[in-house]
């Protein structure tokens, strides 16, 4: 069955960074695009940043483009999402989801980011 395990959340500074992995199984990884979303407490889930399956496309909300970096290793069935100048906006449970977009069925756990000083 499909897995996927995010890992990397934690707590940061303003304007630090930290690199969210997930881990996934269960399917043919390179056949597939690869999505971040995320849910603040209180909030609706946002999707955050997606990926093609060769990496050719990716995607950014506008709340963190250019401060966020999706990437995958298909060698190793895992996707990255790398965060940059982190704002205490990004606190948040940050999911892992195979496909493009929010609507799709397979989603990790997820990994709870805290920014704040």
């Known amino acids: 069955q499909v897995q996927l395990v995010e890992s990397g959340g934690g707590l940061a500074q303003p304007g630090g960074s930290l690199r969210l992995s997930c881990a996934a199984s269960?399917?043919?990884?390179?056949?597939?695009?690869m999505s971040w979303a995320r849910q603040a407490v209180g909030k609706g889930l946002e999707w955050v940043s997606g990926?093609?399956?060769?990496?050719?496309?990716?995607y950014y909300s506008d709340s963190v483009k250019g401060r966020f970096t999706i990437s995958r290793d298909n060698a190793k069935n895992t996707v990255y999402l790398q965060m940059n100048s982190l704002k205490p906006e990004d606190t948040a449970l940050y999911y892992c989801?195979?496909?493009?977009?929010?609507?799709?069925?397979?989603w990790g756990q997820g990994t709870q980011v805290t920014v704040s000083s």
């Open positions: 990926i093609y399956w060769d990496g050719s496309v990716t």
């Open positions: 269960g399917f043919t990884f390179n056949k597939y695009a």
């Open positions: 989801a195979k496909g493009w977009g929010v609507k799709g069925e397979n």
